[in-house]
């Protein structure tokens, strides 16, 4: 009977194990740090594979429990019957009953509810339990589509429309997020009763049902087309679809694109930009499909062809699966190649593999015809390598804990007889490479990555031979691994770029694909001559009445970020803010926005509004407008946090609106941590308390060695680095000078390293602690893969304050957001604000304040770092500054929460004049203690002179009082209103009692202390 069968699918799982089974020495040590098994252990597992034929049906509204917040729904959105939405946190579990036990696949049908416009996560439990670690990401993802049509600009460029969400009913199988498993996942259920937990992670969804069953199993095209009926012969039929003109897409970043380079491709234009093509590097991750629609004329036979080209990975080999009306027609276009070609290729489905074109069965009407990113062979490969990279990252981290990242080459470190099994797992993992080599040979048919595989390889068996050259191949080793990383990340991403598709009855001929030598040189003539004459600097007005536009409501804003976000930004203006305020806007791209300012006012030709510069220079020399002039200025504060508006206040002034602001804080791996048997610090004393045990290991805690470091000290004891009103440094304190020599001693006796890559050192496990910008996290997530799981932020480490709770404070300034270089020569990209300002000399401020109360607004933000993400990735998401809109952006809830936490905690830092000085001073300071062992009070009393001399020397400049005893009382009162966790240094808050007090009076910051 079928359900004693073995499955054909799960018989090539079966093939997969045994052959992934000569792929296991590296990576014992990986599967070994699972709780969970993966899900071919789990499936070998499986003691008697069953695959029962009948369907158990569960209704969703029958669930037994939840903890998510949950509301039936009935006949939702044309659901027959009642569904549940389910929300971003908790879980829902049902409880089923079995007949007989077996292997099923799960069907589940859900609705993407309103969110953040990302996809939709869960993870699942059988009985209670975790099956396999895949079953922990799963992934829903909802639907796109154009808002409308597209437009054209004045220059008679096409504009790409909108992406918005089009939600629909979609019915899926659980299967593998990552893509390498090509077929659904299988749970074993027992006969009787069981339950499935369903956990949120992220993005609420509305479930109609769940049903475990047999997914259909593709079969070969010679036994699906015996099987077909038979039809009369279909002549004269071409059906071209264009493919910038698909009905759906499961992502917002994938919509039509411009390909200029080629005359062939529909529709082309020498100079103006044609959006004619689609995907590209857009379309790469696996799991992401573009649906198009197109009408049968008449039952019968079609050919299908695809006119595409994979001109990305290089030597590399895409896949995307077929879809006709949501099936796979049969098993050879479940995953289509696509090699790599520097030129568009016609390719007709079946030509390549059986000598002619197959033949697609299409009956009369409408059908959906989808592409599907999928890894295709590479995918057991490609999971293997992860896991096989893990294993040699592991071995890498027990060789350097004995011999540091910098061993002595004159040491003998007898590591054969140190590091357990050491020579066995290098020795397996040359192995596992020679094998991986030859199996991405065979699928690419290209040398390339086989061959650093293979030279991988060869590297391990030196080191197997001779085990004393392994100190010396640490650095080739390290270097190794990192490249075996890049091709993991580089395999799994699936470009295609598709011009049109082709749906035509068998005695079509195929349109040429390439163009002929003529055209590709009129083509380059035509494109050179016009590049003389056009406009590329200019974001150009879309809207047809913008060029008639009154003066009087035209304002000119200057944007100092990219091409793209320009783009976005002109788009949203027009369809957007244009048609609310009847303000038109000319936008204009200025590189180099702050050094244009200056010359730009002076000259009288400067914008309205400046968008990501906030010079605070340029607004002490009241070149920059006053925003609390304007009436609604205190509401439209409530947006932000005061530490945001603090970057750009002075006294009672407020010269920027903030836009974007980011902030530090701690990434730790998880494996590591729990493999040492550590705890996440909390406070310094834990920092300083494992940091031996770190050391013991060579593993290294990551901090910046700048002065927001130090500031970070400062306030976290409650200190602020000035005085009232910003009229000196606060570094002659008794509590700043032994803060400071507190964190020199973190370089100079703890050890931590002065400069480093934080990416490259965290993803290889030699710094498994360490403070950064959050915005690190997408890069991590992006090209980090194979640790997925296996890391987390969280706060960064607090000062104990005497009431028991911990001071988590960190500093975010105005200026600290550009990356730039330490005074060690290390790239550093700390976190800081950025703002838009309105220039003092506008003629047209009310219409100035409304684009930036308007472009700073929730829904404004939200929707500009959305189209952001779509249009360049995770890796490039929106650190907003707007507190609502930082909630709807697509973060996890988890994630969402420690960036929460952590965010409360940040605080501003106040422009200063002579702020450059400051900076400047304090790395000549840090030098000078750090690396020429200078002393440290008397280092900090020359240096912290100097610094107040200069800003006393340019506050007279501006007329400015010098000294603190001529300072107006409300001055000083207001400098302290827009701190939380810094107090002032003669307030005795009477709550902490005199336990607070001795500590002041101890440093000496309240009257009658002695100091240290």
């Not at 357990?420 to 699928?443: F, N, S, T």
Request: with cysteine.
């Amino acid at each position: 009977m079928l359900a004693r069968r073995l499955r054909p699918e799960f018989i090539l799982i079966l093939g997969g194990l045994l052959f992934l089974a000569a792929l296991v020495g590296c990576g014992e040590q990986a599967r070994a740090a699972q709780t969970a098994p993966t899900y071919r252990e789990y499936l070998a597992a499986v003691p008697e594979p069953v695959f029962p034929e009948h369907a158990v049906p569960i209704s969703a509204v029958s669930f037994r429990r939840a903890t998510a917040r949950t509301e039936v729904l009935p006949q939702y959105e044309g659901y027959p019957g009642l569904a549940v939405w389910v929300d971003e946190q908790g879980m829902i579990e049902w409880n089923v009953w079995v007949e007989e036990a077996g292997l099923y696949n799960i069907e589940l049908c859900y609705y993407p509810a309103p969110g953040r416009s990302t996809a939709i996560e869960r993870s699942i439990e059988v009985n209670g339990q975790l099956p396999f670690a895949s079953a922990e990401y799963l992934v829903f993802r909802r639907v796109f589509g154009d808002a409308g049509p597209s437009r054209f600009d004045a220059a008679g460029n096409e504009i790409r429309p909108r992406q918005v969400e089009q939600p629909m009913w979609q019915t899926v199988f659980l299967s593998d997020a990552e893509g390498y498993e090509q077929n659904p996942f299988f749970f074993y259920f027992q006969r009787g009763w069981n339950t499935i937990r369903l956990h949120s992670r992220a993005e609420p969804m509305i479930i109609g049902h769940l049903r475990l069953c047999q997914a259909p199993v593709p079969q070969p095209y010679a036994q699906v087309r015996v099987q077909q009926p038979e039809a009369a012969d279909v002549r004269g039929i071409f059906l071209q679809i264009e493919g910038e003109a698909s009905s759906y897409r499961s992502s917002p970043s994938l919509f039509a694109v411009a390909d200029p380079g080629d005359p062939t491709v529909v529709p082309y234009h020498h100079a103006e930009t044609r959006l004619n093509s689609i995907g590209g590097h857009r379309w790469t991750e696996v799991g992401d499909w573009i649906a198009w629609q197109v009408d049968i004329p008449q039952d019968g036979y079609y050919k299908i062809a695809i006119k595409a080209k994979q001109n990305i990975n290089r030597g590399d080999v895409s896949h995307r699966r077929l879809l006709i009306d949501g099936e796979v027609p049969f098993a050879e276009v479940a995953a289509i190649p696509f090699r790599f070609s520097s030129r568009y290729e016609m390719k007709q489905l079946g030509e390549e593999e059986q000598g002619e074109p197959y033949l697609f069965y299409l009956t009369k009407g409408r059908h959906e015809i989808r592409l599907e990113a999928v890894l295709g062979e590479l995918g057991p490969l490609i999971e293997f390598a992860e896991e096989l990279l893990y294993g040699l990252n592991g071995i890498y981290r027990s060789i350097i804990m004995i011999t540091s990242p910098t061993p002595d080459p004159m040491r003998s470190y007898q590591l054969e007889q140190r590091v357990p099994q050491l020579l066995e797992r290098i020795k397996a993992g040359a192995d596992d490479l020679r094998l991986l080599a030859g199996e991405v040979q065979r699928i690419t048919q290209h040398l390339g990555h086989s061959a650093a595989l293979l030279d991988f390889a060869r590297m391990l068996e030196r080191m197997y031979e001779k085990p004393d050259a392994i100190p010396n191949l640490l650095q080739e080793y390290r270097d190794a691994i990192g490249q075996l990383g890049t091709w993991i990340m580089t395999s799994r991403r699936q470009p295609l770029q598709i011009d049109f598709l082709v749906v035509a009855s068998p005695e079509q001929e195929m349109p040429r694909a390439q163009p002929t030598f003529w055209e590709v040189v009129v083509h380059e003539v035509r494109s050179f001559l016009s590049s003389f004459v056009r406009d590329y600097t200019t974001i150009h007005d879309i809207s047809g009445d913008a060029a008639s536009a009154e003066p009087a409501k035209r304002i000119k804003v200057w944007i100092g970020l990219g091409r793209d976000q320009a783009q976005i930004l002109k788009q949203m203006i027009e369809d957007s803010f244009t048609p609310a305020t009847g303000i038109h806007v000319d936008l204009e791209l200025i590189t180099y926005m702050d050094q244009l300012l200056v010359p730009a006012t002076i000259a009288g030709n400067q914008p309205d509004v400046a968008i990501g510069a906030a010079n605070m220079d340029l607004a002490f020399r009241g070149a920059v407008a006053d925003l609390t002039q304007f009436p609604d200025f205190p509401e439209v504060a409530q947006r932000f946090k005061k530490s945001a508006l603090l970057a750009f206040r002075f006294r009672d002034k407020v010269f920027a609106l903030p836009e974007v602001q980011s902030f530090p804080i701690l990434f730790y791996r998880k494996d590591i941590l729990d493999e040492l048997g550590l705890e996440i610090p909390q406070t310094w004393d834990d920092v300083l308390r494992i940091l031996p045990e770190l050391q013991n290991h060579h593993l290294e805690f990551g901090i910046w060695p700048s002065m927001y470091t130090f500031v970070q000290f400062l306030y976290q004891n409650g200190i602020s680095l000035y005085k009232e009103d910003v009229i000196q440094t606060n570094l002659t304190a008794h509590a700043a000078i032994d803060i400071f020599a507190q964190m020199t001693n973190l370089f100079t006796q703890s050890g931590l390293p002065l400069q480093y890559n934080f990416i490259n050192r965290f993803r290889m496990g030699e710094m498994p602690l360490a403070i950064a910008n959050y915005a690190e996290f997408n890069t991590l997530s992006v090209f980090a893969t194979e640790l997925r799981g296996q890391w987390g932020m969280a706060p960064i480490p607090g000062t104990l304050q005497p009431d028991g709770t911990i001071n988590r404070a960190v500093p975010v300034a105005q200026d600290a957001l550009q990356i730039r270089t330490d005074q060690l020569g290390a790239v550093i990209m700390p976190s800081g604000t950025t703002g838009s300002i309105i220039l003092e000399k506008s003629e047209r401020k009310q219409e100035a304040w409304e684009f930036l109360k308007w472009w700073t607004s929730k829904e404004t933000q939200v929707r500009f770092g959305r189209e952001l993400e779509a249009l360049i990735g995770a890796s490039a998401r929106y650190a907003t500054a707007n507190v609502e809109a930082m909630q709807e952006l697509p973060w996890r809830v988890e994630e969402r929460e420690q960036l929460n936490t952590q965010w409360d905690w940040v605080e501003g830092v106040p422009p200063v004049l002579g702020g450059y000085y400051v900076t400047r001073q304090f790395d000549w300071l840090f030098r000078a203690v750090v690396l020429h062992n200078a002393p440290v009070r008397e280092s900090v009393l020359d240096y912290a002179r100097e610094i107040d001399k200069e800003i006393a020397r340019k506050r007279s400049e501006f007329g400015y009082e010098t000294e603190l005893e001529e300072l107006d009382e409300r001055w000083k009162e207001l400098f302290w209103d827009h701190y939380t966790h810094v107090w002032r240094l003669d307030w005795d808050p009477p709550e902490l009692g005199e336990e607070y007090r001795g500590i002041l009076e101890r440093y000496g910051l309240v009257e009658g202390g002695e100091g240290p």
